[in-house]
């Protein structure tokens, strides 16, 4: 991916910016500018709880150019609180931790790193609950 | 001598962070010593794979926004002092300011001086909040620090630290008093570029080093403000291992209960930049309402800055919108050396 790519998705991959549809309310991840549920224009940026539970998920063993340094890895469709599945790794979770349902919230993380001299790419995953794991 | 701005500030907010990772001191000790060496501390907190100074940053950065209850575009600036910021070249700040959402307008840099760099970037926002110049500033102290394999800092060199929002004093939940720093150039520890691990003259690190800088920036701040050890309900030192701390503590005159809450190292490690700053965080999620605490930062080349805070009774409605540092120091995950040679990238795969 570009580095100019990089730099527009930023906002959305960082803190799970999306949009909410002024006409009906519902809210939007990733952006699409275009209401899935009353085909409006949604515009209107919305900042994510970054909260939600796992719908579903698989454990990756072999993983793509730019993602070995992490395996095996866990990656999910995540129902947020607000409404949409977005598929993200979860991260700070042991394989045999996950279930569906578990709560989970969103943090901040290196996604990959392009080479030894390359751009680190930072972006949204998903941990269990810290107050849970803690107690 | 005494560093104290012309508007009263304080802290707004704070917040901490420390991963889950733990590599026990009798792991380091297996390999190294076939379990004969000991090991200063019981273990310290590592880093995961998908983890450096910017992620760390990020968390806590959230969690003083949070406790502050501040939109983030009112910062004027984010600042991360740090020994292992990510990139060479390019802003660990800009990575942090981004994801919190406090950009575009606002002033971004990362600070350097060994494990003093986030107690710098904190006292640079007292100034600049204490100006006027801005209303509200972001201060970050955190590492991911590496020591060398079999080198005794393995033991020790441990991942975390903290942030903190500097705002005026009728928002804070601590008053900052004042603060002294005492620099001079010592050659006690020291990194040259492209170079993965420090070198330490061990023969300064002690009395020359530590105890010089810590005991005369807290003794100076304490005779500046009229203030004696009984004065402070607890007290948190640099901390590169459990000792140093303890003993800088006793030199001064405070009881040991007044350091206890503060005191991390045992089980986080040194943290670097984070270190003291970290151990505040904790000490702050105890304290109550109009009670005075000093922190005393250390950093390798060599100087020390001592801060002054009195909490207000804001600390009560505060503390308990972020996680408190405890729940982080009791997550924990133990690894092997294995595993934790791994995570921090210490084998070369080609
Ligand atoms: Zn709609």
């Known amino acids: 991916m570009s580095i100019p790519r990089h730099w527009r998705l930023q906002n959305q991959r960082y803190s799970m910016v999306g949009e909410v549809c002024n006409a009906c309310g519902a809210k939007l991840f990733p952006p699409r500018d275009v209401c899935p549920e009353c085909s409006k224009p949604a515009y209107e940026p919305y900042r994510f709880s970054g909260n939600g539970k796992v719908y579903s998920y698989s454990t990756v063993y072999q993983a793509p150019s730019g993602y070995e340094a992490f395996v095996p890895y866990t990656v999910a469709l995540v129902k947020l609180d607000e409404g949409p599945l977005v598929s993200a790794q979860l991260t700070d979770v042991d394989g045999e931790e996950v279930e569906i349902g578990m709560p989970v919230e969103m943090v901040t993380r290196k996604l990959r790193e392009e080479g030894e001299d390359g751009l680190i790419v930072y972006g949204y995953k998903f941990r269990r609950l810290l107050r849970e794991e803690a107690a | ?350």
């Open chain 2, 1 to 350: 001598m005494l560093l104290k701005p012309i508007r009263d500030v304080g802290i707004a907010g704070y917040g901490a962070y420390v991963p889950r990772y733990r590599l026990p001191g009798s792991e380091v000790d297996r390999i190294w010593t076939d379990g004969q060496g000991g090991s200063p501390i019981e273990e310290k907190a590592v880093a995961g794979p998908d983890e450096d100074t910017a992620s760390m940053s990020v968390e806590a950065a959230r969690n003083a926004l949070a406790r502050a209850g501040l939109n983030p575009q009112v910062l004027r600036a984010v600042w991360v002092g740090s020994e292992s910021h990510p990139y060479a070249v390019k802003p660990t700040s800009t990575i942090v300011a981004e994801a919190i959402g406090a950009v575009p307008a606002v002033q971004a840099a990362d600070w350097e001086f060994a494990c003093k760099a986030g107690t710098e970037a904190f006292q640079a926002a007292m100034g600049l909040v204490g100006s006027g110049m801005a209303d509200y500033a972001l201060a970050i102290g955190m590492d991911t620090a590496q020591g060398r394999p079999g080198d005794a800092l393995e033991y020790t060199a441990g991942a975390g630290g903290a942030a903190f929002i500097v705002g005026p004093a009728e928002d804070s939940l601590a008053i900052i008093e004042g603060s002294f720093s005492y620099v001079t150039d010592t050659p006690d520890f020291f990194r040259r570029p492209m170079q993965h691990y420090p070198q330490h003259g061990s023969r300064f690190t002690g009395d020359p080093a530590y105890f010089r800088h810590v005991l005369a920036s807290a003794q100076q701040l304490m005779d500046s403000l009229g203030t004696k050890p009984e004065d402070y309900a607890a007290a948190v030192f640099h901390q590169p291992n459990s000792k140093f701390p303890e003993r800088a503590a006793r030199m001064l005159g405070f009881r040991p209960e007044q350091t206890r809450t503060g005191l991390l190292c045992p089980m986080v490690g040194n943290t670097y930049a984070g270190s003291s700053m970290l151990g505040l965080t904790a000490i702050l999620d105890e304290a109550q309402p109009d009670e005075r605490v000093l922190i005393v930062s250390f950093g390798s080349g060599a100087g020390s800055d001592a801060i002054s805070i009195r909490t207000t009774e804001k600390i009560e409605e505060r503390r308990d919108r972020a996680p408190r540092t405890q729940v982080y120091v009791q997550r924990r995950k133990e690894i092997d050396y294995g595993l934790y040679v791994r995570y921090r990238r210490k084998l070369h795969m080609h």
